[in-house]
Every structure is written in structure tokens, then in C-alpha cells.
């Protein structure tokens, strides 16, 4: 390391006399649309008795509410830094008996990376409001059988009397309040002793899977009194698996017979035939089971049947979602948990399961029936809006352990998949003309992980890194993209960055999660098309990445090779002078200068991200989180730290720590408040509490933008990016609820001012700035110096044009003059 970046000067602004001041100022959120949902939807319920109530959940994305419409509202947008674990449902009910009541078993990994134990929320508004009823276990909304269940379920004779499932050996638990208060059920024999994968030293597939299901047979009792028959599903692979008990909980019997081969996914009652019906899977999923079977269960004369719909060579997938019609006993739907070719399968029985016809079958392979009309007009990403009859494209869906027939319309269905909701409301014609409709009805429901975020000077206003569907250009923000990234497809992308000096220039990363080797792609129309980096080496993936003001040069924190850079698409090769965990950043205005950040230290290239040179000191910093730059100033940079947010105007040689601030992780700058202004900076921070922040002065001062009912969940999983174009309006990716979008009230866009122009000549560009007129007069009389990272000058600036002492006005741009330390 070089002599001179240990001499490095650190600059507390704590130690300037001027304090930052922290408001809050009102914001406007809406979900940027991607309108299908995106991710894993494990449990989908009707409430028995208010027509056309239903709910969701999702594994990392919290609860909706199912409208009119078949669009949904989401219920759990309040959850902050302090609650972020409410996204992950591991189990939800609604009461038969007072259906504005409402019971979710949140928390999401029982393993380490959820520190918190979970909670049974409670809403007696519909969810419009929850109180936490604390249980003294984890909650694994995010774990491996999640898509099991119901876990909760509300006794439908005496609904202050409900039953949880819990995991990780735990065991089941009753309250008689309500879900106020909680006991173990000592009497209840088995804990579940099915683990995915024991080896897994993470914790994450080596944790006991637990109990399944919990099925209240209503007929047993009558209104008023404890349910006497209950029925509890067990994830226990080899040994009973199913238990019932006949007086409302206090001894438990094996249920005699049953198959102990597979794992029992779903416990599904028919009130009017007395039988329960049972889907099995050899797997807990939602991504395994390659054997399975459905068996009916008949009370009365305790016997089973193994009505599982094929066999042989025909099953090669477990199953998982069970529905059946409660207006037409006999009628049952399920559907394969993971038919992963040609596509996904449900089954539908009119007569208990002795016949049953697919939604699909062969007609002489390659060619497919399929038993539908389809429209994806709300998500048109999903693929080809018509009936797609191609082996191989999962149309249908994966991961289907949600399936149900609204229990109060015969024609109302819904299934979950790996990427959205589907559904229909014409079923009853699979009966008769099987040409039913299917429809994406995901609409309201954003379950995304967003990884990268980039608003471009020019060209469409976001570009998007997403989990698990790859990622978008959002031409329009209120309606889904047409299509997703390809050439190539990846089913997530790590990062994303556009060229400062040509915006629609943009590079984005894969996961390795592709039918390609390379994991990189570059596009020069702002998304619209691409086509891999070639000089990517295979097998590479991950990591973050920038890219040069001109795009000519591509700098890469891959995954597990350290970081590499490519120039005018050559191989990529190491950069040894860089550690290979650093933060990494593109200077917007000069194409030879790039950034890098690691532990306490800051790093900076002038040679196209060749090598590294350590500069100054991040104080005490231990893990640099994001480094973001002044589009128009070379070597004005940012760095977010696990130890605050810090400034330099110097290319790093220098930093100044941001006064009030403990603890920075996404970052980002936008717009100005003014034309000439310094641009607005945004921070999710920690500046006297954990939030979302706005400061229009470089830092100094500071205004909180979310409110109680946006927390937006782990504040240190999202990212944010800044509208450069529009002032106040900021991009929020969160881990699991999407993108959201916020405007602040009552703020007019900033004076429409002519923009610079760049032109690109022989390799040679050149910014020409629009004529400027610059003050540079004394302080006008009675003008008091301008304060710590003021402004003290710019086009049309008529304030002070000096500094407090210790700070000098130091030029940025035409624009915009600030006052740095000196």
C-alpha cells in the first residue's frame, strides 16, 4: 500500500459547528408494475363464508388480499427494519365464523439468517391492521416446505380455538383466544423427523421440516363447541405421518393405514362426503418430489383409497396442491408439484378420484392438448399470450402446491406457481367442453428480489436486476413490461450499469443460473436487445459490475474469481490490485476512472480498471456497502459503510463522514432541487433511527421520505437508484415486494434547462456545456457565508459565494459551486 494513503485525512462533519437536521417530508408510493407476481405463491385461501374473500401469501413477499376485480392488495407494506421477517408467511386462516378476521404465521428462516424469533399476526379489519402475538420458536416463511399446509387453521365450530404447525421440532400449538396467547400440545406425538438435506451446515435444508397441515373435520362437532375431530399432517418420511385425535386435541391416534412412503403435502376435507383427501410427495419442496400420490381417506369407515391419478412411466413428479368443489362433493382437483417437462399437470376427478382427465395430454408426441384458453395481458413476460402447445414451456407452471376451488363459486379457481397466480372463472367447463379459460391473475402482487436498480440520464426512465425472472427495461412504470431480458436469458441477474457518456449503453450479470456459459451481456439500445460479453469466461457468474463513461471497458466482481476487467470486449482478465470482495464503481464523466472500496480502505484506477491504487481511509469502516458518483463531476463519490456515509470531492484521497449518520447501505443521487443544483442524495440509513432519507444539500440536511406504511422491509437487502431527470423521485428494489416508486407531495419539477450534449469522435468525446453565466460577486451585503457543503456558486446563483471558516468554495460544474473542507 502506498505511504501517502495511511496519511489519508479522515473529516468528521460531527466536528463542524452546523448540525443536520432531520424532518420528514410526505411521499407517494406505488409499486413500479411488473403485474404477475414474480415469485413463489405457496398458499392461497377462500374463506368459507364472505363471498369472494381470499388471500395469499408468498414466501418472501408477505400477504394480499384478493379484490373484486381479481387484482390484489398487498397487506403487509408497513414491515421495517424491525419486522422485516413479516414477508416470509409460513401459514395463513380466515375465520369461517367472524371473516374479518385474519391469522398469518410469519418469519422467515429458522436458521441463522433470521436472527428473530416468528409471530401469529392478527387482524380483526380484513388486514388492514395486525397485532404480533410473539411465539417463543422461529417461522420459516423462506424455508424448505413452505408450500406444505395449512400449518394455522381456525377451529370453524368455536373459532377462538386455533391449532399451529411449527418446525424445527417444535411441535403443535393451540390458543383458545384467539391466537393471543399460545401452549405446546404435549399430548401430540411426533415433531417431524424429516430433514432435506442433514449436511447442509447452513442450517438451511438440515432443519426438521415439522408439522405439515392442520384439518378441522367441522361435521364432527357442532357450532359453538371444540371441534372433536382434527386431523395433523406430520413431514415424516418412513413412519406415521398422519394423526387424528376425537376430542379436540386431548389424545392423538395414528390414523390407521395410511401411506408412510412420502411426505403429506396437503390435508383437504370434503365436509359432505366425510373423506379426507391427501396429496404426497417424496420430496418437502418446493423444488424437489419426483414420486408422489393422492389417497382419499373415508371417516366413516376409517378406510383408504389410493386414488393417485397415474403411474408409471407417467409419474415422474410428487404432488401438491389439492382443491375440492364444496358444492359438488365428489369433485377434486390436484396438481403436480413439479412437472418440470413439458410442462406443469393438474388432474380433476368428478367422481372421488375413480376417473380423473388432465389439463393436458399427448396427442402423438411432440404434440400436446392443452385444455385452455390462456391471456397473460397483465404479465405479458410470462411468455406467449395464447395457448403454447411447445414441450418445454412450463405455461401451466412449477412449484404448484397452491390450488383451490372457491368454496362458494364452482366456477372460481386459483393456483399458485413459481412465478405468479393463474386462474379462472369458467371451471366447470372442464367438464363438458374442457376448454376452460386460464388467466395470469397475479395483478397487485409484486414478489420480487430486485438486485440491481439503473435510471439512465436518457432512454427509459428504469432498467431492473430482478431474481428469479431475470429482468426489465420499464418503458412505463404502471404497466407490465412486454418482455423480459434475452440473448442471453438468465433467470436472475446480479447487477446492472449503463455508460455515463452513452446511457444506452447497459451491461448486466447473470447467476449461472442460464442455458448459456456467459454471464455477461451488454446492450446498446437501453436494454431493448443484447448479446453475451464473449470475452466472459464460462462458468463465471455473479458478483457486481461497472462499466466506463464511454462503455468501451467493463469492470467485474465476479462471484468467486476475484475481480476481472474487460476492455472493447476482450477476455477478462484479473485485477489483482483490488481486493475481490470491494465495492465497485464506474465514474460517470471520465472512462479511465473507476473505484473500488474494501474494509476502512478506498481504492481508485486511472488506467480503464487495470490496476488500483489504495487512497484514503473510510474511518473505521469494516464493510463498504455501495460507492456512487457525481455524474457530472469526476472524483465526487459517496461510499455507504456498516460506519455511516462518506464524501469525497477528491477522487478519494480524501473522505468527510456524514454528520448523523451510524450506518449507511443503498445510496443513490437524483435530480436536484434546483437547475444547477448538487444532485438530491438518497440514502437507506440509519440517521437517528433506520429509514429512507432525502438530503438536497450534499448531506448537511436531512429529510426521512417512507412513512409507517411503507418500511420496505430489510432496509440493508434493497436497493435504491435516483431519477436523474425528475427531482425528489427515488427507486426502492426490495428483497421480496418488488420495486416501488416515490414522488414527494407538493414538489414541482425543477426549470427545464438545456442539457449538455455529448459527441463521440475518433475515440475523442467532447461535453459541450450550454452558455453559462456564472456569479462570482462578493457575498450580496448582509449574506451570511454559505454553511458546511453549501452552495457558493452556479449559473443564475445570487446566495453567498463564501464559506464558513475551514471550508472553501470549490467549483463542481457550471451548475454548481459547493463548500468542501479545506
Known sequence: MPKFALLAVLTAAALSPFAYAVSSQTYTWKNVKIGGGGGFVPGIVFNPTEKGLAYARTDIGGAYKLNADNSWTPLLDFADDARWNYWGVDALATDPVQPALIHQATGMYTNSWDPNNGQILISTDYGKTFTPSRLPFKVGGNMPGRGMGERLAVDPNSNGILFFGARSGKGLWKSTNFGVTWTQVTSFPSTGTYIPDASD???????????AWVTFDKTSGSSGSATPRIFVGVANKGSTNIYVT???????????????TYLPHKGVLSPAEKALYVSYSDGAGPYDGTLGAVYRYDIAASTWKDITPVSGSDLYFGFGGVAVDIQKPGTIMVAALNSWWPDGQIYRSTNSGATWTPFWDWNGYPNMNKYYS???????????????????????????????????????????????????????????????SLNAWADGIEETAIQGLISPPSGPSLLSAVGDIGGFTHTSLTAAPKAGFTNPTWATAADIDFAGLNPATVVRIGTGDSTSGKQVALSYDSGASWSPHYGAADNVSGGKVAISADGATVLWRTGSNGVQVSSNSAAFTT????????????????????????????????????????????????????????????????????????HSTNSGTSFSATSGV?????????APAKAGGYPALFAAANIDGIGYFRSDDAGVNWVKINDAAHGFGSASANVLTADPRIYGRVYIGTNGRGIFYGDASGIAPPPTTTAATTTTTSGTTTTTMPPTTTTTSANPTGTAPAG???????????????????????????????????
Not at 376425537?246 to 408412510?260: F, H, K, L
Not at 484506477?605 to 455524474?631: E, H, Q, Y
Not at 451510524?662 to 437524483?670: D, E, N, S
Not at 457543503?789 to 468554495?809: A, H, I, K, L
Open 374 to 436: 390462456y391471456t397473460n395481458s397483465l404479465a405479458p413476460w410470462l411468455g406467449p399470450n395464447y395457448v403454447d402447445v411447445t414441450p418445454g414451456n412450463k405455461q401451466i407452471g412449477w412449484m404448484m402446491e397452491a390450488l383451490v376451488i372457491n368454496p362458494l363459486d364452482s366456477n372460481h379457481w386459483l393456483y399458485g406457481t413459481g412465478a405468479t397466480i393463474q386462474g379462472g372463472r369458467d371451471l366447470l367447463k372442464w367438464d363438458t367442453t374442457r376448454n376452460v
Open 575 to 646: 485485477v489483482p490490485s483490488l481486493p475481490s470482495s470491494a465495492v465497485i464503481a464506474s465514474d460517470k464523466k471520465t472512462a479511465t476512472v473507476f473505484y473500488g472500496a474494501s474494509g476502512s480502505s478506498f481504492y481508485l484506477s486511472t488506467d480503464s480498471g487495470k490496476t488500483f491504487a489504495a487512497k484514503g481511509s473510510l474511518g473505521s469502516s469494516t464493510s463498504p456497502v455501495k460507492i456512487i458518483v457525481n455524474p457530472g463531476v469526476t472524483g465526487d463519490v459517496w461510499v455507504s459503510t456498516d460506519k455511516g456515509l462518506f
Open 246 to 260: 376425537t376430542n379436540g386435541g386431548t389424545t392423538w391416534t395414528a390414523v390407521a393405514g395410511q401411506n408412510t
Open 662 to 670: 451510524t450506518q449507511a447501505w443503498a445510496i443513490a443521487l437524483g
Open 201 to 211: 451446515s447452513s442450517g438451511y435444508n438440515s432443519d426438521k421440516v415439522g408439522i
Open 788 to 822: 458546511a457543503y453549501g452552495q457558493c456558486g452556479g449559473t443564475g446563483w445570487t446566495g453567498p459565494t463564501t464559506c464558513v471558516s475551514g471550508y472553501t468554495c470549490t467549483y463542481s460544474n457550471p451548475y454548481y459551486s459547493q463548500c468542501v473542507p479545506s
